[in-house]
């Protein structure tokens, strides 16, 4: 019974996914988040051709059964490095100080970004899925080359917070007026900023289609102009930014 819910919710979600016209979906097999056997980018994937769900995409991150409460029909258990995950900390973050902010609760990372780290830490098992393993030519982030610009393995004491509340009440609380909240739908549910503030993990046309314009990998937002994707994003909370030249491996 449990499993026909499932299955019901997860064709239910497929209907309502109708990826934009110019855009690159997690279906394309040139999309970095496919990692089914099928894949065409030459990166990660799964390599055993004889594994029952190696040539499925979606698996990866779902499954129509047998889901935990993680996330939609998530099929990936916490990150190992769950209870040991860095805080983004500097002299002037005002959120780390303020109650309502909920910063640095037990449960860090939580919401999306919590499964984003489930492959992203470097440490949990690409492949490890709730109900199977499926071989991979990289079996955790940190076997993925890296370049001078690259390197999938992110570290949150050098990326901009997430897991924190954004709301008028947090607002208040700061001083200087420099953030405001934005007007974009760029917090989850309850209102907190997560990495999929700045990134969605199905979409890829920023590489696909605005290779040249800049947009950053799995970009959320694409501008009129493709070009100031990047600005108007930081644009919708900051006043004024400070522009890192990278996100995830420089302190701001
Ligand atoms: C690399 C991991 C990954 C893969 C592969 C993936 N998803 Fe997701 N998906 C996510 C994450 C993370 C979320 C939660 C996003 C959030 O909470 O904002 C999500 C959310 C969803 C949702 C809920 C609505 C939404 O867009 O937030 C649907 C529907 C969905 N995915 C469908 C699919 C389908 C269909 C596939 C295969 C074609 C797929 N996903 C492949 C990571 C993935
Ligand atoms: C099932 C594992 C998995 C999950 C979950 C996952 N990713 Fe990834 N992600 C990957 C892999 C694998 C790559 C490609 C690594 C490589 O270069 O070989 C990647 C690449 C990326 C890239 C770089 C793409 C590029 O073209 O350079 C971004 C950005 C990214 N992921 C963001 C996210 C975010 C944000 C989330 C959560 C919303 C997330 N990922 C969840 C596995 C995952
Ligand atoms: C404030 C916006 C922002 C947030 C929040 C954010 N990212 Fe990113 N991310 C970027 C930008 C911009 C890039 C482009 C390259 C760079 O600056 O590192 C990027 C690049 C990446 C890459 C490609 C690796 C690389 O070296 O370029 C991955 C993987 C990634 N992000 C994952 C995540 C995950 C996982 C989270 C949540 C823990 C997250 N991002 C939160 C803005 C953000
Ligand atoms: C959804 C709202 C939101 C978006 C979008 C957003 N930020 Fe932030 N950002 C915040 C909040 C809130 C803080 C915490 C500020 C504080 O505590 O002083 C923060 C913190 C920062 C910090 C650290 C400030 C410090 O004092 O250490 C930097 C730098 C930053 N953001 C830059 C960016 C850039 C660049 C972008 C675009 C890629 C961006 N932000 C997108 C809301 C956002």
Redesign the pocket.
Known sequence: MIRRVGVALLTGLLMLWVPLAQSRPVSDPDNPHNLSIGATHGRTQATDNTQFGANEICIFCHTPHSATALGPLWNRAAPDMMGSFPL?????????N?AA?Q?NTTDYPNGASKLCLSCHDGVTGIGTLLDRTITMNHETMSDVDTTATFDPVIDLAQT??VS?V?NQT??DA?T?G??H??T?D??DSQDR?QCT??HNPHDDSAEAVYNTAGV?PFWRHIAADPADS??E??????GI????SD?HTDD?
Do not use: W
Not at 89 to 96: D, E, P, R, V
């Open positions: 983004y900390n500097s002299a002037s973050l005002q959120i780390k303020i902010a910063y901009h917070p924190f954004l947090v607002l700061m200087g420099k953030v909240l934005p974009l760029l917090r900023v503030t700045c950053p990047y600005d994003l930081c644009l919708e909370c900051h930014f400070r522009s890192p996100h701001f």
